[in-house]
């Protein structure tokens, strides 16, 4: 299975004491290679201007990659700029578009990017919440323009909801998005009433929700949304904040219930989607949840 990374997103310094840290991918990356030793490693091609366009305005570009700065720049009181973070950021969205040229060309079902600055919370016009680029709406987009698909669906299980994602989206009916979040936390999106062109749908779940709340509430909303729109492709915004140790917030989930959710996944876009499947790492602020989520994620995936 091939996992798309660059040696650039450690290198993009969000400064100290922040959650969105280096030291998170270093421990996904450590965990993989520990755990999984037979994936299939790549370097995550740069993004191009061009695709980026399809998401974002030009002058989201420029304020990320035309001012490089020689100390941290905060964008806002969370998102940091450091000199090597316009690097970073067109990494991080440029292994979501290999992904989704490997899985399309049939050389695996199955791919992971283990990548960050994270993306979800970014607009077309606005960096925000520790992301720079959308890098799974980067990815829809070249799936849906450079491969002429016509139903890409996105599954956010981040503990955020992903108002980036939703807002790029939510006038295009040949993507669905669907994101399970914790009710009350930034970015204070994602109520059950905000379902886009029919092409969104949010379920905001109280803190302190555990296992069988959070299945019952895929098994019983969001799965069912996901098999009627037959996608082609599968995309997943991989945040594991929503895990019991996680320190931004407070749900009870553990690393078997992201493996049950990748499963889940999975059939449908066995189903549908000739088992076509791209993820991509998105939040997740305890180290040892995100090694243990990560290695689960990625065996529900098909990996090892
Ligand atoms: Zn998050």
Request: glycine letters at 10%.
């Amino acid at each position: 299975m091939p996992v798309f990374t660059h040696s650039a997103c450690l290198g993009h310094d969000t400064g100290p004491g922040h959650p969105e840290s280096s030291q998170r991918l270093a421990a996904v990356i450590q965990a993989l290679h520990d755990a999984l030793p037979t994936l299939d490693w790549r370097e995550a091609p740069r993004a191009s201007r061009g695709q980026l366009l399809s998401v974002h305005d030009a002058a989201l570009l420029d304020a990320i990659l035309e001012r490089a700065p020689d100390t941290l720049t905060h964008l806002d009181p969370d998102t940091v700029l450091s000199p090597s973070s316009g690097e970073a950021a067109l990494r991080a969205a440029g292994a979501g578009i290999a992904a989704v040229d490997a899985v399309m060309a049939g050389n695996s079902d199955t791919a992971f990017c283990a990548v960050r600055p994270p993306g979800h919370h970014a607009t077309g016009g606005q960096a925000m919440g520790f992301c720079l680029f959308n890098n799974v709406a980067v990815a829809a987009a070249h799936a849906l323009d450079r491969h002429g698909l016509a139903r890409v669906a996105i599954a956010d299980f981040d503990v955020h909801h992903g108002n980036g994602t939703q807002a790029i989206f939510e006038a295009d009916p040949r993507v669905l998005y669907l994101s399970s979040h914790q009710n009350g936390l930034f970015p204070h999106s994602g109520g059950a009433r905000e379902r886009g062109v029919g092409n969104v749908m949010n379920l905001p779940l109280p803190p302190g929700t555990g296992s069988r709340m959070f299945q019952e509430a895929w098994v019983e909303r969001l799965l069912p949304e996901l098999e009627a729109f037959r996608p082609q492709l599968v995309l997943i915004s991989a945040g594991f904040d929503a895990h019991w140790r996680d320190p931004l917030a407070q749900m009870q989930l553990d690393a078997d219930d992201y493996a049950w959710l990748t499963g889940e996944l999975r059939a449908i876009a066995q189903q549908h989607a000739a088992g076509r499947v791209v993820s991509t790492l998105e939040g997740g602020y305890d180290l040892q949840a995100l090694r243990e989520c990560s290695v689960a994620h990625l065996r529900a995936l098909g990996a090892g």
